[in-house]
């Protein structure tokens, strides 16, 4: 008798208008930052909302909902040096479901978005403070 097979994984597809975005803030520096979420009837990724540029951290961090994942493209500045962070905010009371998505998405999206300057993650707000983003984004002294 063979073991039960698991369930392959949901293959998340990229909406056109991912990619676009993502140009627009690395390098049209159009938008500050973009929200990636999955739309789950079309298991697309499409984008959530923008950020417009000058906005403050704190509108950052609203985007870490209790039950909830997402994946963020947000550049901030750390010493008058503007970096490009990767984020993917998995909460920990977010569906065990919507965890998996969001993880094979991550992988996604982490290959076909190049010029990443900082990849970070976080289960808890605590984890995803102004000083983690500022003490990750400088680069180490030798």
Same mark, same amino acid.
């Given at each position: 008798m063979s073991a039960p097979s698991s369930p392959s994984p949901t293959v998340i597809k990229l909406s056109p208008e991912c990619q676009q975005y993502y140009q627009d803030v690395r390098i049209k520096n159009k938008y500050q930052g973009v929200v990636y @979420? !999955?739309? @789950? $009837?079309?298991?697309?990724?499409? !984008? +959530?909302?923008? /950020?417009p540029n000058?906005?403050? /951290?704190? +509108?950052?961090t609203q985007c870490f909902k +209790?039950? +909830?994942c997402c994946i963020i493209v947000f550049k901030y500045d750390?010493?008058?040096?503007?970096?490009?962070? /990767? !984020?993917?905010?998995?909460? $920990? #009371?977010?569906?065990?479901?919507?965890?998996?998505?969001?993880?094979?998405?991550?992988? #996604?999206l982490a290959i076909t978005l @190049?010029?990443?300057?900082?990849?970070i993650a976080g289960t808890k707000k605590s984890e995803l403070t102004e000083e983690i /983003?500022? $003490?990750?984004? #400088?680069p180490k002294q030798a």
């Open positions: @979420k !999955i739309n @789950k $009837e079309s298991n697309q990724m499409v !984008i +959530e909302k923008t /950020f000058g906005c403050k /951290f704190s +509108e950052l +209790e039950n +909830e750390v010493s008058n040096s503007p970096k490009l962070y /990767f !984020i993917y905010w998995g909460s $920990e #009371t977010a569906p065990q479901a919507d965890k998996v998505l969001y993880s094979n998405a991550k992988l #996604t @190049k010029g990443i300057d900082v990849k /983003f500022k $003490e990750r984004g #400088t």
